[in-house]
């Protein structure tokens, strides 16, 4: 999201965040469940999106034509941020679905937070954007959006069963219903990153030819950590296909030091 867009998301976010701070998990998951349901009426009507995020409109008819649509629908928080939401600017319509839906998993977050288990909901998104890197069939039988939401919904199930919590299985869901095109993995390292944000912490994944020892892991944390003037949480993946070196990721950046990256280098400047 640029410019407009991405001011109107933080506005929302932080009225969020002054709504969880005095409300108990289960309130924040139903506002979660009622944020996804109006994401998925929005992304499949166009004409709505587009009414909805008309720069031409006036905000007091958007902020009606949505009380009308959601009236009796969904509680009063979820309106009331809903309704904050058409109100601002939007650079394009496809960024308020988006918006609904960051702001349905950031509920299902703090309410992960509630309960004191933001850890384990970070950790699991984590092993499962990893399992999807290692299963690229799997990735694709996910986010086909071809495919029927609810055999998709069931893969998923057979797939995680009863091996994470409630916040991750209903964030999991919720992805792969609404990925709208993107990468399966993408998404969930999103929300991963989200997860690692509500931490405040950086996550940093680098992906080794070997396991790293303890030495190697505390100094690449401390360099991390330098680098980006913030507390870096390292998870460490091994793959032999490197042959050395190491691949380190932060965000959207990527440190490649592996002997496959040099050689390709090698390779380009040879020909």
Do not use: C
């Not at 986010?143 to 069963?161: E, H, K, M």
């Not at 390292?189 to 020892?213: C, F, N």
């Amino acid at each position: 999201m640029q410019g407009a867009s991405r001011d109107t998301l933080a506005a929302v976010q932080e009225q969020l965040r002054r709504f969880a701070g005095a409300s108990d998990p289960q309130t924040l998951a139903r506002v979660a469940d009622e944020m996804f349901s109006v994401g998925e009426l929005i992304d499949g009507n166009p004409i709505l999106r587009r009414l909805l995020t008309d720069p031409s409109s006036a905000a007091d008819a958007k902020a009606g034509l949505l009380s009308r649509l959601l009236s009796n629908k969904v509680g009063d928080e979820t309106a009331s941020l809903l309704e904050s939401a058409v109100r601002g600017g939007w650079g394009a319509p496809g960024d308020l679905s988006d918006a609904v839906d960051a702001l349905g998993r950031e509920s299902l977050l703090y309410s992960a937070e509630r309960e004191g288990r933001l850890d384990t909901v970070e950790d699991e998104l984590f092993r499962f954007g990893r399992v999807l890197a290692r299963e690229p069939e799997l990735q694709l039988l996910l986010s086909d959006r071809t495919r029927p939401t609810d055999r998709r919904i069931g893969l998923l199930a057979a797939v995680v069963g009863d091996k994470v919590s409630a916040q991750t299985k209903r964030l999991l869901e919720q992805a792969t219903a609404s990925s709208r095109g993107r990468g399966l993995e993408h998404v969930v390292g999103q929300i991963s990153t989200m997860a690692a944000v509500r931490r405040d912490r950086l996550v940093a994944v680098a992906t080794s030819v070997v396991p790293l020892t303890a030495e190697q892991h505390d100094r690449l944390v401390a360099a991390l950590t330098r680098i980006y003037g913030r507390d870096v949480e390292l998870r460490v993946e091994v793959e032999p296909d490197l042959l050395g070196g190491m691949v380190v990721r932060v965000g959207d950046e990527v440190i490649d030091g592996s002997v496959v990256h040099k050689l390709s280098v090698a390779r380009r400047a040879l020909a």
